[in-house]
């Protein structure tokens, strides 16, 4: 499989980011947004061994709290299907967090430490072992990474004249969210409180889908980077696309 397109930036942090992609068909946009939720595993807790738990809060509903503490994942040191054992001995009276959490394993790890389980009162214990495991979203939503993945089409905004009304009347609002492009220009529509009156005022504008280019809103849940649950999506594209290949040529 050969893919030929190109990735510009509009903004970039370690868990979040929004991009251009150029050169992809709508089917395509839609396989990279649908492996990134589905395809690319991460470290969840799935098993959780109660040692004491004198909490008002019932075994279920603690580990059902523990299985969506987001764990770092990383996936050049596990296979699919392994597991890192996890420990919690929080005593009350005190808020047992996430970051109280103790791994066997310090490559996998609670990617926030403020995340609240429950709050014990005096003489209340909680103390367990749990077994994390690697797993794509496919076996469960908790093992999503990509917490919020979409895409839109870039969009072209082009002035095509004058508003005659304008000079005389107030002009209507033009929402219009996303990004846009402007003689080349990328620019978020927050930047003009999404009113393209504000940005082109006394004028008359069109507006087009720009073909094969497609706005990503990605956000992770800090199990890993947005860099990376990008590439690894792609790769799991490409891993697949090979196979039928292959399949096909027997």
Do not use: C, W
């Not at 296979?79 to 001995?89: C, F, I, K």
């Not at 927050?190 to 009156?197: M, Q, R």
Request: avoid cysteine.
């Amino acid at each position: 499989m050969t893919a030929n397109f190109e990735v510009e930036f509009i903004e970039r942090s370690d868990r979040k980011a929004r991009f251009v992609a150029r050169g992809l068909t709508p089917a395509f946009a839609n396989g990279i947004r649908r492996a990134m939720i589905a395809d690319v595993p991460t470290f969840s807790i799935d098993d959780v061994r109660f040692v004491e738990n004198s909490s008002v809060m019932f075994d279920e509903m603690i580990g059902l709290r523990l299985g969506l503490v987001p764990l770092t994942t990383p996936l050049d040191d596990f296979e699919v299907g392994e597991s890192v054992t996890l420990a919690l001995d929080v005593e009350g009276p005190a808020t047992a967090y996430s970051g109280d959490i103790e791994t066997s394993d310090a490559l996998v790890e609670p990617a926030d430490r403020n995340v609240p389980i429950i709050e014990l009162k005096n003489g209340q214990r909680l103390e367990l072992e749990a077994d994390a495991v690697l797993e794509t979203g496919k076996s469960h939503a908790k093992q999503q990474g990509g917490v919020a993945v979409g895409y839109r089409h870039l969009q072209r905004v082009e002035v095509v004249g004058d508003d005659p009304d304008a000079e005389f009347d107030e002009q209507e609002p033009n929402i219009l969210r996303g990004v846009i492009e402007d003689e080349g220009e990328l620019v978020p529509t927050e930047e003009f409180d999404n009113d393209l009156t504000n940005r082109y005022p006394g004028k008359e504008v069109e507006v087009h889908d720009v073909p094969g280019a497609f706005v990503f809103h990605v956000e992770t849940d800090g199990s890993f980077s947005v860099e990376e649950l990008v590439t690894r999506a792609v790769d799991s594209i490409e891993s697949r696309a090979a196979e039928l290949e292959e399949k096909v040529a027997i």
